[in-house]
Nanobody, 124 residues
Framework: QVQLVESGGGLVQAGGSLRLSCAAS????????IGWFRQNPGKEREFVAH????????YYADSVKGRFTISRDNAKNTAFLQMNSLNAEDTAVYYC????WGPGRVEATGYEYWGRGTQVTVSS
């Protein structure tokens, strides 16, 4: 089993940057692809980014492509989401998740383990 804890969220002005971390405990972190999702109240959880087990492949939602970068350090059991050029539409609770194999990587239902989320608020 994998336990995930997100950190790094906060309040930032439009145009600013944040770096989210996803620390994993438990075994076999390196065996799982990692995804980042975000969610606002009353809305469905939205796919943001995905990274393969060895970090050789990444995939992004169109809305964040060119602004966000997903990465991972398997030696430290940690994944990251670097977010640049933030705007008000990026405001949400951000979750990391383990799993997301193949085409299922963009669907929340495709992931096995979830963190509790970290709030990101972008002021305009």
């Amino acid at each position: 089993q994998v336990q995930l804890v997100e950190s790094g969220g906060g309040l930032v002005q439009a145009g600013g940057s944040l770096r989210l971390s996803c620390a994993a405990s438990g075994r076999f972190f390196s065996n799982y692809p990692i995804g980042w999702f975000r969610q606002n109240p009353g809305k469905e959880r939205e796919f943001v980014a995905h990274i393969s087990t060895s970090a050789t492949n990444t995939y992004y939602a169109d809305s964040v492509k060119g602004r966000f970068t997903i990465s991972r350090d398997n030696a430290k059991n940690t994944a990251f989401l670097q977010m640049n050029s933030l705007n008000a539409e990026d405001t949400a609770v951000y979750y990391c998740a383990a799993g997301g194999w193949g085409p299922g990587r963009v669907e929340a239902t495709g992931y096995e383990y979830w963190g509790r989320g970290t709030q990101v608020t972008v002021s305009s």
